[in-house]
Every structure is written in structure tokens, then in C-alpha cells.
């Protein structure tokens, strides 16, 4: 079946720009994350979500960062005035309601801010 | 301070012999220990998980040994195969959680 899909794969944009990244969970997937992974590091997280909500917001930096899924199912990751140290890899992941514990993860979106 | 450690430098090993990564973690009491197999330009692949109450897992070629003692996490790929080169990363997730904290991941590559 398919897995997690991300778009797009590879964005690049200016300081100060605004940025929207999306991820499509594996379908009936309840819980949805998004990490951040800078080149040479493992995944940092970023905030998960139960169905529509978002459960667990604390890996969020700063409040530049923000993220929705409004319908239980597609997050959007929108990033407000970025800045340099802001590239990194963006992936997201998803896991079935119950086994949180295994999470599924997309390709990643490669964000870079010049 | 609550720290996950793996091996940063590269591992390189001849096809057929058995590859033995090593996690280690500090002022953790994770639930589950898991590790991902990552490939460049990927997401990170789940393949074992194991839980604070067991000693060791396996999947096919694949086995993993945690020890809640030590605070220590070995992962085994036996028969390597230049197809295994990839970077391996551990993760931990504590009880009550969902969220996944990972090391920095070590490179395996494997020879012909």
C-alpha cells in the first residue's frame, strides 16, 4: 500500500520567506509527527498529533513554527520568517492508532533557506 | 543530562561476516528501544523494536540484545551483504510517550 508522502521534496527559499511543507500519513493512520533532521544528526521532534489535535507541541523551536490537521488526516508544517539555520530535512511520520510505538516515515522534504 | 550514543565513525566490515552496532544511553528509562535503517536522501526505515522487558529480539538476519543495566543496545546484521550499507539509528521512547528521541545514527558499509 502506500506509504508516507511528502511534498514538496526539495524546497528552496529566501530569509524571511514563508514556507508551507505537507504530509500525507498512510490512510487510518490516527497519529501523525513531524521531526527535523540536520545533515549528520538523527530526527528531532518536532510535535505529534491524535487525530485532529496536536497532542504533544514541545519540540516545536520557536513560535514561528506551526502546524495544522484539520481534518484528522494531511498536516501542513508552516514555517514564518525563515531563517538560515531553518534548512534542514522536514519528514513526517505516521502509526496506527494503538502502536504508536512504530512510526512510519515519509521521504522528507529538504528545506533550504539562503 | 539525557544523552543517546552511537558509534560516529564508520563501520566498515567484509560481505558474510557479522556487523554488531552499539547503542548507548544515559539518564533514560525508555519503554521501547528501536532501530531504523536509514539510506541517503530517505526517511528513516523502521526494522526492530524491543521493549524494556525483553532481552533480545530477532528478525531474520537481523537480531537485537537491550540491557536495561548497562543502558546499552547492540545491534547485529549477520551474513552482510553490500545491500545491509546504510545508516543505522537507534531511538528511544520513554513510557507514556510518543515521541521518538535518536541517536546520530552510524554509517555501516559493507565490502565485497
Known amino acids: 500500500g502506500a506509504g508516507v508522502s511528502q511534498t514538496p521534496s526539495n524546497k528552496v527559499t529566501e530569509k524571511g520567506k514563508y514556507v508551507e511543507l505537507r504530509c500525507d500519513p498512510i490512510?487510518?493512520?490516527?497519529?501523525l509527527y513531524w521531526y527535523r533532521q540536520s545533515l549528520g544528526q538523527g530526527p528531532e521532534f518536532l510535535i505529534y498529533?491524535?487525530?485532529?489535535?496536536?497532542?504533544?507541541d514541545s519540540g516545536l523551536p520557536n513560535d514561528r513554527f506551526f502546524a495544522v490537521r484539520p481534518e484528522g488526516s494531511v498536516s501542513t508544517l508552516k514555517i514564518q520568517r525563515t531563517e538560515r539555520g531553518d534548512s534542514a530535512v522536514y519528514l513526517c511520520a505516521s502509526s496506527r492508532q494503538g502502536q504508536e510505538e512504530t512510526q512510519y516515515f515519509g521521504p522528507g522534504t529538504r528545506l533550504l533557506v539562503l | 543530562s539525557q544523552k543517546i550514543e552511537q558509534n560516529s565513525e564508520a563501520l566498515n566490515i567484509q560481505e558474510g561476516k557479522t556487523a554488531t552496532l552499539t547503542c548507548n544511553y544515559t539518564?533514560?528509562?525508555?519503554?521501547?528501544l528501536q532501530w531504523y535503517r536509514q539510506d541517503p536522501g530517505r526517511g528513516p526505515v523502521f526494522l526492530l523494536l524491543?521493549?524494556?522487558?525483553?532481552k533480545e529480539k530477532r528478525k531474520e538476519r537481523l537480531k537485537v540484545t537491550f540491557d536495561t543495566t548497562l543502558k546499552q543496545s547492540l545491534f547485529h546484521i549477520t551474513a552482510s551483504q553490500p545491500a545491509d550499507s546504510a545508516t543505522y539509528l537507534c531511538a528511544l521512547m520513554v513510557g507514556g510517550g510518543n515521541k521518538l528521541t535518536f541517536g546520530t545514527g552510524t554509517q555501516l558499509k559493507v565490502e565485497l
Open positions: 524491543i521493549r524494556e522487558n525483553e
Open positions: 490512510s487510518g493512520h490516527t497519529a
Open positions: 498529533f491524535q487525530g485532529t489535535g496536536a497532542a504533544d
Open positions: 539518564n533514560y528509562s525508555p519503554a521501547y
